[in-house]
């Protein structure tokens, strides 16, 4: 990177890495490790929170912009008007968390939806599994949703 903090890193399903900075700089790794190379993207508003991958990468940001790659292609959406504070993701399924305690959550084909959790304040990251998710935050506050 250029000498910016690291705000995320991820491994997709294929054991390739992504890693974003607070400079707004996206980078891959495919090669075990021996070489990043930058991936290009545009319409993320704010500096960059957080990166999750699967087949392909996400990045969200603290303007409260996720932004999905797909297809060639990123699709920037604004979620909140709090900070994006962590994203995750599953086969099917997107997480992002945000400051204000609210989790969103995307499946395929379909649109963000916000749920307002019980956190009764900010959540700093989330991480999905086949059934559940977890969301953590302020003075060791979890919230869990489940699915079937």
Avoid at 43 to 55: C, H, I, S
Avoid at 108 to 119: C, F, Q
Avoid at 126 to 140: F, Q
């Amino acid at each position: 990177g250029g000498g910016s903090s690291v705000a995320g890193v991820t491994l997709d399903n294929d054991g390739v890495g992504y890693v974003c900075d607070t400079a707004g700089t996206l980078l891959k790794r495919s090669d075990g490790g021996r070489t990043f190379t930058e991936i290009e993207f545009d319409g993320v508003e704010g500096t960059l929170t957080d990166v999750a991958a699967t087949a392909t990468p996400a990045v969200s940001s603290d303007a409260g912009v996720a932004a999905r790659y797909d297809s060639g292609t990123w699709t920037p959406e604004r979620l909140s008007d709090a900070a994006l504070t962590g994203l995750a993701a599953g086969e099917s399924r997107w997480l992002a968390c945000d400051a204000d305690g609210a989790v969103f959550e995307w499946t395929d084909g379909s649109v963000w939806e916000r749920t307002t959790t019980p956190a009764g304040g900010p959540l700093y990251s989330t991480g999905l599994g086949a059934h559940r998710a977890v969301a953590v935050g302020d003075g060791g506050t979890i919230v869990e949703g489940r699915w079937s």
